[in-house]
Nanobody
Framework: VQLQAFGGGLVQAGGSLRLSCAAS????????MGWFRQAPGKEREFVTA????????RYADSVEGRFTISRDNAKNTVYLQMNSLKPEDTAIYYC?????????????????WGQGTLVTVSS
């Protein structure tokens, strides 16, 4: 499974961005999907995840109520709608896929990773 994330960019605080993650290859092996982020000098952290059906989602406390994850299995794509962005949301955002139908928060749960897309929020 190959994952490609795109949609990052520069936005002012309070603004919005929508990230997309397109899966290709053996997409039948990708069930649970997640987004993580890594800011400069910090470890990669969990942002949000969604189950195969989309009926179960999970969010980090820091983004709850501002970010929304969704997926379109027909298009093999996962989306991350980010609203009310803050400077502390600045990071490289990575999408990830698991062979398990999971909404896990740990990086080791995920088997496939995209290359990341940079989100910069200016104050």
């Amino acid at each position: 499974v190959q994952l490609q994330a795109f949609g990052g960019g520069l936005v002012q605080a309070g603004g919005s961005l929508r990230l997309s993650c397109a899966a290709s290859g053996r997409t039948s092996s990708a069930y649970g999907m997640g987004w993580f982020r890594q800011a400069p000098g910090k470890e990669r952290e969990f942002v949000t995840a969604i189950s195969w059906s989309g009926s179960i989602t999970r969010y980090a406390d820091s983004v709850e109520g501002r970010f929304t994850i969704s997926r379109d299995n027909a298009k093999n794509t996962v989306y991350l709608q980010m609203n009310s962005l803050k400077p502390e949301d600045t990071a490289i955002y990575y999408c990830a896929a698991s062979r398990r139908d999971t909404v896990g928060t740990m990086t080791w749960v995920y088997d496939y990773w995209g290359q990341g897309t940079l989100v910069t929020v200016s104050s």
